[in-house]
């Protein structure tokens, strides 16, 4: 029922997010009517035998979908003889929180340190990122300047620099400025996307109106002070949308870390389990339990945030695919 | 002179607070271009940090890539720096190591990606063809992967295909297969599947948002006139997505090309399939963080942009022709 509600709202975000960033009233006028038609009629609903053909063909993606994630969630749970010895799908003894204490004591504690690195880079990282993109996304929005076309173009431009290019540069650069190594390569850096700002340029179109703004004036605010008390209470949503994407971003990140990270203190959590997964069977304990529970705890995090914020990165994710 | 000033700070008292605001400026400059500068400064931390971490990275890949590095004697005193024009770039045109990892990951990407959209639409049709409802109740399980972070979701298959810990060999051993996720002839299929699996749920979330805009009349019109549900799917609800459809698979073609985290991490458990030269962008990290060539690692990410860009043309192109 609750989940039902949480995807009309999803809906609803979306559908106003899609208004705004396309003026085309024929496009607004056709979703109306499609809202319109309510939860049940469904005009697309497909009806008679066929109804079980596609309940079946969806039964079948899901478990697709979803079967991979439920052996991760057993296996977690299990033992390391039992690993090897038992059904994959089916749960043997549950030794979950031992396998959880004992991943946390391992190598003393490098999980634990790993899981922390990877919440301080993705929370900075996505704090600073939020604030200065919205800020700019805001100025190109809302004013007219000269250049103001030339910098839309260059972010715009920025999509289609494929990352392969910045690597070898971006790690010479960072040895240069003495970033590399240092926790300050995963944050600094991560505090510039391109694509948070053309978020917040589009959706600061739709939110922010300009009269608001020649109020404020009236008023006597200065163009900053409008910004922090009015601009960036409207742009709240874009925001979490700009904070929620960079951050699962910043979480899953391996490249990077791979290159600019050499301390395995440093090492985000990504990073860590692939180091234990490249030793395998190999060393004098097997890690594969490890690997596989670590795996789960970090994964937990994202699935719980993803899904408790489901409409932030739904309307971002609208909002992508028309640029 | 201080006498004036004191004399329009009088007049400025009195005066409106539009005329106040064009004070606090600069007394040479309109309020609107103070508002005009002002609004500009918003976005000036941005570009500064964008000027630093993105575009100065391109310059140096470009310089990089016009030197040579010697290091003098068998490593004592320090090396030597030399300008080699286009030498490097000689080089990695004519490597036949480089070229074979980009048509690798080339024939993959045009195999892997167009497959991802077809199975991505059917499942946006099936979602589509489901009342709102319904739809709900599987939406998120089918945005389960989009949730597990891609190296985990990498591991999670990996384990699944080994032979020891993954649940299929038993199920191949009752029918007699011999089926090795690993071996040189399966590692795309393997890899592939794994891509699939991880883009169809957020593909379809896009591809659904885009059939929400077909006009619903349309349904009841065809129906009237006798056509079956495929029939709706192929000839209405297809083509609305088709122009979409198109230009995301290309774009996903050219992220394909810069493969690197899933063959990486399928080579540490299978390191005699996937080379250390497996897909381009392995090439580039081999060359310049284990043989320590950075010149020539530079010009070798240029020649991929190069081969990227030459790629988004194209499509441009075809897309636009599509679209018209």
Redesign the interface.
């Known amino acids: 029922m609750s989940?039902?509600r949480m995807?009309n709202e999803t809906a609803d975000t979306?559908r106003a997010v899609?208004s705004a960033e396309r003026k085309d009233p024929r496009?607004v006028r056709?979703?109306r009517?499609?809202a319109a038609?309510g939860?049940?009629s469904?005009?697309?609903?497909?009806r008679g035998a066929?109804?079980w053909f596609?309940?079946a063909?969806?039964i079948l993606?899901?478990i697709?979908?979803?079967g991979?994630?439920w052996?991760?969630i057993v296996?977690a749970t299990k033992s390391r003889e039992q690993?090897?010895t038992t059904?994959?799908?089916w749960f043997a003894d549950f030794r979950l929180i031992d396998n959880i204490v004992e991943l946390f004591k391992y190598e003393n504690g490098s999980f634990g340190l790993w899981l922390w690195n990877s919440v301080l880079y993705a929370t900075a990282g996505s704090i600073g990122q939020t604030i200065?993109?919205l800020?700019?996304g805001?100025?190109?929005a809302?004013?007219?300047?000269?250049?103001?076309g030339t910098?839309m173009a260059?972010?715009i431009g920025?999509f289609?620099?494929?990352?392969?290019?910045?690597?070898?540069?971006?790690?010479?650069?960072f040895v240069q400025l003495g970033l590399f190594d240092t926790i300050w390569s995963m944050i600094?850096?991560a505090?510039?996307g391109?694509f948070s700002?053309y978020l917040a340029k589009v959706y600061a179109e739709g939110a922010v109106p300009q009269e608001l703004l020649e109020a404020a004036?009236?008023d006597?605010a200065?163009?900053?002070r409008t910004?922090f008390s009015i601009g960036l209470r409207l742009l709240t949503t874009a925001g979490a949308t700009i904070f929620l994407l960079h951050f699962v971003a910043a979480?899953?990140s391996?490249?990077g870390p791979l290159?600019m990270l050499r301390d395995r203190n440093l090492w985000p959590v990504?990073l860590g389990?692939?180091s234990w997964?490249?030793r395998?069977a190999d060393s004098q304990v097997d890690v594969?339990t490890l690997?596989?529970t670590g795996?789960l705890v970090?994964?937990i995090p994202?699935?719980l945030l993803?899904?408790a914020m489901q409409r932030y990165w739904?309307a971002g994710?609208?909002m992508g695919?028309l640029k | 002179m201080s006498s004036v000033t004191d004399v329009r700070e009088h007049e400025l008292d009195l005066a409106s607070?539009?005329v106040?605001?064009e004070r606090?400026g600069s007394p040479r400059l309109s309020w609107r271009t103070v508002?005009?500068?002002?609004?500009?400064?918003?976005?000036w931390?941005?570009?500064a940090?964008?000027a630093?971490?993105?575009l100065?990275?391109?310059v140096?890949?470009l310089g990089?890539s016009l030197f040579t590095t010697k290091s003098s004697g068998l490593g004592f005193g320090g090396a030597q720096v030399t300008f080699s024009g286009f030498d490097n770039f000689a080089r990695g045109l004519a490597d036949g190591v480089f070229w074979e990892s980009m048509l690798r990951a080339g024939s993959y990407a045009v195999v892997v990606v167009p497959l991802t959209q077809i199975v991505s639409l059917?499942?946006a049709l099936?979602?589509?063809?489901?009342?709102?409802?319904?739809a709900?109740?599987?939406?998120?399980?089918?945005?389960?992967?989009?949730?597990?972070?891609?190296?985990?979701?990498t591991?999670?298959?990996?384990?699944?295909y080994s032979p020891?810990?993954?649940?299929f060999q038993s199920l191949f051993e009752l029918l007699h297969l011999d089926i090795n996720f690993f071996a040189g002839s399966m590692i795309w299929v393997s890899i592939g599947n794994l891509h699939i699996?991880g883009t169809?749920?957020?593909n379809m979330?896009?591809l659904n948002?885009?059939?929400?805009?077909?006009?619903?009349?349309l349904?009841?019109a065809a129906r009237v006139d006798g056509a079956?549900?495929?029939r709706i799917a192929l000839s209405i609800k297809v083509p609305f997505v088709r122009t979409?459809l198109v230009l995301?698979g290309l774009l996903a073609i050219?992220g394909t090309?810069?493969i690197?985290?899933e063959p990486v991490?399928f080579r540490?458990?299978s390191p005699e399939t996937i080379t250390k030269d497996f897909t381009?962008?392995m090439v580039?990290?081999n060359q310049?963080?284990q043989v320590g060539n950075?010149n020539y690692?530079?010009a070798l990410?240029?020649i991929?942009?190069g081969v990227?860009?030459i790629a988004?043309a194209v499509i441009y192109r075809f897309t636009n022709k599509v679209g018209s």
Not at chain 1, 142 to 148: D, E, F, L, N, S
Not at chain 2, 126 to 134: G, K, N, S
Request: charged share 10%.
């Open positions: 989940l039902t995807d979306t899609m496009a056709r979703r009517r499609g038609m939860d049940d469904g005009g697309a609903a497909v066929s109804k596609v309940l063909g969806l993606f899901t697709y979908s979803v991979p994630a052996w991760l296996s690993l090897y059904n994959g799908l200065i993109a800020a700019a805001y100025g190109l809302m004013y007219q300047y000269r250049g103001k910098s260059f972010v920025s289609l620099i494929p990352g392969a290019l910045l690597t070898v540069p971006s790690y010479l650069l600094i850096p505090f510039f391109p700002v004036r009236i006597g200065g163009e900053y910004f979480w899953n391996f490249y290159i990504m389990l692939y997964m490249g395998g594969t690997v596989i795996s970090a994964t994202m699935v993803l899904v739904r994710v609208t695919s | 607070k539009r106040r605001r606090s508002q005009r500068l002002k609004g500009a400064s918003f976005t931390p941005f570009f940090g964008f630093l971490f993105t100065v990275p391109v140096m890949a990089q059917m499942l099936l979602v589509d063809a489901v009342t709102r409802r319904v709900g109740r599987f939406r998120l399980s089918l945005l389960v992967p989009y949730m597990i972070p891609g190296i985990v979701a591991m999670i298959w990996i384990y699944l020891t810990v993954g649940p699996w169809i749920g957020f979330l896009i948002g885009a059939l929400q805009s077909v006009p619903r009349e349904f009841d079956s549900e495929l979409s995301t050219i090309l810069q690197f985290a991490l540490s458990v381009p962008a580039i990290y310049a963080f950075l690692a530079a990410s240029i991929l942009a990227v860009g988004s």
